[in-house]
Every structure is written in C-alpha cells, then in structure tokens.
Nanobody
C-alpha cells in the first residue's frame, strides 16, 4: 500500500501561484510514477501532469503546459506541483496518484490516490 497526503491548496487570485505537495509513505517511493489530477465540480477527474520514478520523463496536459511544473524529491518521498498564472478555470480539487514504475494519463492507470486538496482561483 502507498499512502498519499496532499497539501498546499487554498484561495488565490487569478494570475497568482500555488505549490502543491504530496507526501508518500508505505512503499519505496522511488519505484513509483506519480501523477496529478484535478476534478472540478460536476466534471470528471482529469489528468494534469505525471513524472516517472526517476524524474526523467514528464508529461503535461495541454491545458497546463507552460504554467504548471511537476517535480519530485525521492529523498523526501514527495512530489510537487508548482502552479503559476492560475486561472479561474483551474479551480478544482487536486489529487496526487501513484502507479508502479510507469507513468500514465488516465485515472485507471493509477493504483493509489490521496484525499485531495482544494484550489480556488478567484477572478
């Protein structure tokens, strides 16, 4: 089992920045690819970014490319999502997820999920 705990969400004005963190425990973190997803009210959970176990492969959704940066610190068992130039449409609950070895872009690709952290962007 992998336990994931997100933090760093909050209320921010449009154009602002937030940095989300996801702390992992339970298994060898450096064996797991990590992803960030978000779910807005009334919408499906959607992929935002993913990073391979060693950080060498990174994938972004087109909607966040150039604004969001995913990174990880395997020594601290933590993955981050730096979000810049936030827009009201970025308002959602953000989830981190873990998958053994290989990144994915679908929710079904991931085996472990955190409880989410809420990001609200005001206009």
């Amino acid at each position: 089992q992998v336990q994931l705990v997100e933090s760093g969400g909050g209320l921010v004005q449009a154009g602002g920045s937030l940095r989300l963190s996801c702390a992992a425990s339970g298994r060898t973190f450096s064996n797991y690819a990590m992803g960030w997803f978000r779910q807005a009210p009334g919408k499906e959970r959607e992929f935002e970014a993913a990073i391979s176990p060693n950080g060498g492969r990174i994938t972004y959704a087109d909607s966040v490319k150039g604004r969001f940066t995913i990174s990880r610190d395997n020594a601290k068992n933590t993955v981050f999502l730096q979000m810049n130039n936030l827009k009201p449409e970025d308002t959602a609950v953000y989830y981190c997820a873990a998958r053994y070895a290989v990144t994915g872009v679908f929710t079904r690709d991931y085996d472990y999920w955190g409880q989410g952290t809420t990001v609200t962007v005001s206009s």
